[in-house]
């Protein structure tokens, strides 16, 4: 099924063009019975082979909650000889789909590859933990061996004839097999997958493309080990007076970390958390401008690590993929499966909002530059912006920070969860169940709008470590379809805070708690995941951020902050008075976020639909940004070099501008709770969870968001939120 296209409007509309009713009638037959459900997994699992793993990560997970991970029996050479036989056993599964005798129907086809290659799904999720939480040489190495191997295993199955031909004929006979609309959806998205993938190339484009893609993948291994090792790094601050003006939790936190590494003096770790809050109050200018050319200068060194010759190959390759597939560039190709479906929808949502956020950029330097007396640096900026918030609204970050513990936090999020959908967590004692780190907790999840339902298990990984990769990020180890059975739900957060000493608090600042609550709400929407099959789970990539970004709007609303985010030391809640500078201050340094992040979306988009892709990145960036006007003031807040987002995997490359988008529908949403005069409303709760979180990509997701706001979401919202001009 062909994605609706989305199109800006004029007078700011997004207007998402499509029959009103298709949504309400897809839900209408959306809904197969437990029964039938039944049936079509046993009729897919016939299909396969029996199969009887002998590597100990391949085997069923065992004990409670449905299986767990064995995280307490992974080793680097377990990890590798499961992947390893884990590709041959998925490689069986599709082989035996591929070549039945039985004419193509959706069980034995569409549903089985659903369900093909599990124990190899089981490997992989652990294989993605080892890799991105714990790392270092040893698993380093299993990445570099293993990932041409799962990109070649990928490749295998696209362009086997066979194979695509049997899904080809699902999809197309749909109507005819009366397939249902959930059905014919799957198939269809799965058949158009394929063919973006290269099923259609003949014997010599197929052997090229596959070339291209193992070549890809091990340019992204090399691309994020070399950012990892470039974040494996620290400023040693050898006396005391260097630390003038940081809180006093900062300096906790950086005696910390040196002591943790046998240093003598403080540590300013390489990563956002810790270099961030040294930028916005260290009062060594000098030492500032150290801090943040080191952290902005990752994979950009000239050195081993550096990462500049691995982007220029990875944007050749993709450039000789799309063209082979058809496309005139590589964003052309990625955004075929999106809700803005062209480039040029995305760049102009993005042009909509770059001049107002650059004019406000103007603003905030010329009050900085006012209070410093010389021209502002980008080290700089973060630091008299601190000086100007509080001139201007009386408000000084470190009056915030000791309301934002990092446990009091996470609770209030646990509270906004129980509050907006009835989800209740409750605390693992240790070792109830394996983790990949000691310090990991692990939550029951139960949902109190089902009787108190156990529904899922909730990971958390707090705390920077070598080998770990940077920010903050969230994973599910198995999530939710009834195909496969409604199993319990397996979902993680994951962030990069600096390990206090012990008996210490962990204050974090509000564009941290911000962060944490986002990445919750990625786990929310997991948890909130009622899908027949797994591939529904998945959302384009321009929505998967809504339902995160919208989340972060209760980190600061009264029952959070009287409840939960109470003074860490006197127990007190948040006084109405800061919370009143906050709000008078919420629009306050939007020229500084909204351009630090748009940059590197332009610059992303700008990449990849070059007609030649450059092989000089240092200089396609500078003149990429010179063309959009960049105030010097700022960088990127992902430099090219270091950004993980586009050279780690084709996730978000041509695909960064997808935050923005999904913030105007999160600005939308929340104005829509607000308007209702209850930021709680539990009807919006309620209907935003049943039509926009739990079915997943089981139908539309323009036509759900029109039916769950009775319209399409309006730019001037998100204008508003950031204090922009509306007009």
Do not use: C
Request: aromatic content about 10%; hydrophobic content about 40%; overall charge negative.
């Amino acid at each position: 099924m062909q994605r609706r296209q989305l199109l800006l409007g004029s007078a700011g509309l997004m207007v998402m063009a499509g029959a009103p009713t298709a949504f309400a009638q897809n839900r209408a037959a959306a809904a197969p019975s437990a029964a039938s459900i039944a049936a079509e997994a046993r009729a897919a699992r016939a299909v396969l082979p029996t199969q009887r793993p002998r590597a100990e990560l391949l085997q069923p997970w065992t004990g409670s909650y449905d299986g767990v991970p064995p995280f307490d029996k992974v080793t680097p050479a377990k990890l590798r000889e499961a992947m390893l036989e884990g590709i041959e056993l998925q490689r069986a599964d599709i082989a035996a789909i591929a070549n039945n005798r039985a004419a193509p129907t959706f069980a034995n086809t569409i549903a089985a590859m659903e369900l093909a290659g599990e124990p190899l799904d089981r490997a992989s999720n652990i294989y993605g933990v080892m890799t991105s939480n714990i790392g270092g040489e040893a698993y380093d190495a299993v990445d570099t061996e293993l990932s041409p191997l799962l990109s070649a295993a990928s490749d295998e199955i696209t362009f086997n004839e066979k194979l695509f031909q049997r899904i080809k004929t699902v999809a197309d006979n749909a109507d005819a097999a009366g397939l249902s609309a959930q059905q014919k959806r799957l198939a269809e998205r799965k058949r158009d997958a394929f063919i973006r993938s290269g099923a259609n190339l003949d014997a010599a484009g197929k052997a090229e493309l596959g070339r291209i893609n193992t070549a890809l993948s091990n340019a992204f291994t090399r691309f994020g080990q070399k950012v990892v090792a470039d974040e494996n790094a620290w400023t040693v601050i050898a006396n005391e007076a260097g630390l003038a003006g940081l809180p006093e939790s900062n300096k906790a936190a950086a005696a910390s970390a040196a002591r943790s590494r046998n240093l003598q003096g403080w540590a300013i770790l390489n990563t956002r958390s810790a270099v961030d809050p040294f930028l916005t109050f260290a009062d060594d200018r000098a030492l500032r401008e150290q801090v943040w050319k080191k952290f902005v200068n990752r994979g950009d060194n000239g050195d081993a690590n550096d990462t500049k010759s691995t982007i220029a190959e990875i944007v050749a390759l993709r450039d000789q993929r799309a063209k082979l597939l058809g496309y005139r560039n590589h964003a052309e190709l990625r955004m075929q499966d999106t809700m803005a479906k062209t480039p040029a929808a995305a760049e102009s949502l993005m042009n909509r909002v770059w001049a107002p956020a650059k004019a406000r950029v103007a603003e905030e330097v010329a009050d900085m530059k006012a209070i410093a007396g010389f021209d502002i640096e980008p080290w700089d900026y973060l630091y008299f912006a601190e000086k100007v918030r509080k001139a201007k609204y009386d408000l000084d970050q470190n009056e915030l920070k000791p309301y934002f513990e990092l446990n009091a936090v996470r609770a209030g999020s646990f509270a906004m969860a129980e509050r907006l959908y009835g989800f209740e967590f409750k605390k693992l004692p240790k070792g109830t169940v394996p983790t990949f780190e000691p310090d990991v907790e692990v939550y029951e999840v139960h949902d109190k709008t089902r009787g108190g339902r156990l529904i899922g298990l909730y990971y958390t990984d707090d705390y920077a470590r070598a080998g770990k990769r940077s920010g903050a990020w969230m994973t599910t180890y198995r999530s939710f379809s009834q195909l496969d059975g409604s199993k319990i739900i397996l979902g993680s957060n994951n962030n990069n805070f600096t390990k206090p000493e012990p008996g210490q608090p962990v204050l974090i600042s509000l564009d941290d708690a911000e962060t944490l609550f986002h990445e919750f709400g990625h786990t929310l929407h997991y948890f909130s995941s009622v899908v027949t099959y797994p591939s529904f789970g998945n959302t384009p990539r321009d929505f998967v951020e809504y339902p995160s970004q919208v989340h972060e709007h209760w980190v600061l609303s009264r029952p959070i902050l009287d409840g939960y985010l109470k003074h860490y030391q006197t127990g007190q809640a948040m006084p109405q008075s800061l919370v009143d500078k906050i709000e008078a201050s919420n629009t306050f340094n939007q020229g500084y976020a909204t351009v630090s992040y748009l940059s590197s979306a332009i610059v992303d988009m700008d990449l990849h639909t070059q007609a030649t892709p450059p092989t000089d990145i240092a200089a396609f960036e500078k003149e990429s940004l010179a063309r959009i006007g960049m105030p010097k003031e700022i960088v990127m807040r992902h430099r090219l070099p270091q950004f993980n987002h586009l050279f780690t995997s084709d996730a978000y490359s041509a695909g960064y501008y997808s935050y923005l988008w999904s913030e105007t529908m999160d600005a939308d949403t929340w104005a829509y709770f607000e308007e209702s005069g209850d930021v709680f409303n539990p009807d919006i709760a309620s209907r935003f969870r049943s039509i926009m979180l739990a079915p997943g990509n089981t139908t539309d997701r323009a036509e759900a968001y029109r039916a769950f706001r009775g319209r399409d979401p309006d730019v001037a919202a998100l204008l508003k939120v950031r204090g922009f001009p509306v007009s």
